[in-house]
């Protein structure tokens, strides 16, 4: 005890915002991943290089990375669909990329209108852009992991088949995504326990949406079988297109306090992150922030030393 921790990564600028209809201002966005970055996160995905059409909330993915790119003693990600998006991240001064794809083929057709296996080979050319230079990293989500809305369950033999070939493409991260809420957490350990033993060589990260209450305990569960980096999003922002009004990524406060309070450190400072959810609940009212721990405030009794009891109320 006392050594152990994991990584939060924090996704809310991303999975977050990309849920939300109305346009988020730029300054607002700047504004929200440099108070996360001053909570001391160590990652964060600040956005999307998709096209302009497919997600208008993007559109400004170029101003919001250039106006970040100086920060310090944080890593900054964004998603990237194909090599165009991954030459705009550059040039933007993004040096991780993640490129997403479904291991159903129903979901990955629907949402990125291509099969899983033209996914791959763009994730081939990517890598072979990419990949060969100093410092560049890709990591890899593998989204309807547990689960899909058209096509039901996903078994272990199927995740691990498209780990696989993802691995062999020299990809060194590699995340699974429940993206809709359906995994347990013994359908976690499951498929975490076989790809953690079939592919030591590769770091695991879970990505769970709290849709339907588990994210928490199938992050635990994750972090039992070895996991050690979690997507997270500050106030539990997001949603999931296919049940909608429903809640979104799992909190990181909820999984800052969780690790915090069991003595896992996470680096990040929970008075600090409260006061990121307090900005985004003026900044992005539509938002409905899905979090217990914002609601309640911390306890006055903690593991972890809080002396006193923080209302977001209070730092209006
Ligand atoms: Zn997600």
Request: aromatic share 8%; net charge positive.
């Amino acid at each position: 005890m006392g050594k152990e921790k994991v990584k939060i990564i924090e996704v809310g600028p991303r999975d977050g915002l990309q849920n939300i209809k109305t346009f988020v201002p730029t300054d607002k966005k700047i504004l929200f991943i440099k108070k996360l970055a001053a909570c001391g996160v160590k990652e964060i995905q600040i956005g999307s290089f998709v096209a302009l059409r497919a997600i208008p909330q993007f559109k400004d993915i170029k101003e919001v990375a250039r106006s970040v790119s100086s920060l310090q003693r944080v890593v900054l990600s964004a998603l990237i669909p194909n090599e165009q998006g991954a030459e705009e991240a550059i040039s933007n001064g993004i040096k991780k990329f993640i490129f997403f794809f479904s291991i159903s083929r129903a979901h990955n057709c629907c949402n990125v209108r291509q099969t899983p296996q033209e996914s791959l080979k763009e994730l081939k050319r990517i890598c072979r852009s990419y990949l060969s230079g100093p410092s560049i990293t890709l990591r890899v989500d593998l989204a309807t992991a547990f689960g899909c809305p058209f096509s039901g369950n996903i078994t272990t033999a199927a995740v691990l088949r498209m780990v696989d070939k993802v691995a062999a493409c020299g990809i060194k991260e590699i995340t699974l995504c429940d993206t809709v809420g359906f995994g347990n957490p013994r359908m976690v350990e499951d498929k975490f326990s076989a790809c953690r033993q079939r592919f030591p060589q590769i770091n695991f990260g879970a990505h769970f949406h709290n849709t339907r209450g588990l994210a928490l305990a199938n992050a635990l569960r994750a972090y039992e079988t070895g996991v050690r980096s979690f997507d997270t999003a500050a106030g539990g922002l997001g949603g999931c297109p296919y049940a909608s009004g429903s809640s979104g990524n799992v909190a990181t406060e909820e999984m800052v306090f969780m690790f915090e309070e069991m003595g896992i450190k996470t680096g990040v400072d929970l008075k600090k992150l409260l006061g990121v959810c307090f900005f985004l609940h003026k900044t992005v009212p539509q938002a409905k922030l899905a979090s217990s721990l914002y609601q309640a405030g911390l306890p006055n009794i903690s593991n972890h030393g809080y002396k006193t009891q923080w209302k977001h109320s209070a730092t209006s």
